[in-house]
Nanobody
């Protein structure tokens, strides 16, 4: 059973930054695709960013505000978010997909952007 634990969320003012972390309890982390999803109140879950096992990346943000990265030595994926806006307020979930499983979800970390 793979454990996925997010951290780093919190309350931040508009224009601020956060770095979310996702730690995965597996010996094969470097083979995992890592994704960040978010779900705002009253909305469906949406993919925010993804990084593959070979470091291909994708982010929903078209302005360069979001950046996803990983540290295979720490079994950790990161989501750096800059110039945050109230519309970024959501529960952010980490998803870890290994080569031989259907994926595992974390419990989520709340991001609230408000003044």
């Amino acid at each position: 059973q793979v454990q996925v634990v997010e951290s780093g969320g919190g309350l931040v003012q508009p224009g601020g930054s956060l770095r979310l972390s996702c730690v995965v309890s597996t010996t094969s982390f470097s083979s995992y695709h890592m994704s960040w999803f978010r779900q705002a109140p009253g909305k469906q879950r949406e993919l925010a960013a993804r990084i593959t096992n070979i470091n291909n990346t994708w982010t929903m943000d078209e302005e360069g505000r979001f950046s996803i990265s990983r540290d295979n030595n720490k079994n950790t994926a990161y989501l750096e978010m800059n110039n945050l806006r109230p519309a970024d307020t959501a529960m952010y979930y980490c998803h870890a997909k290994g080569p031989h499983d259907g994926g595992s979800w974390g419990q989520g970390t709340q991001v609230t952007v408000s003044s």
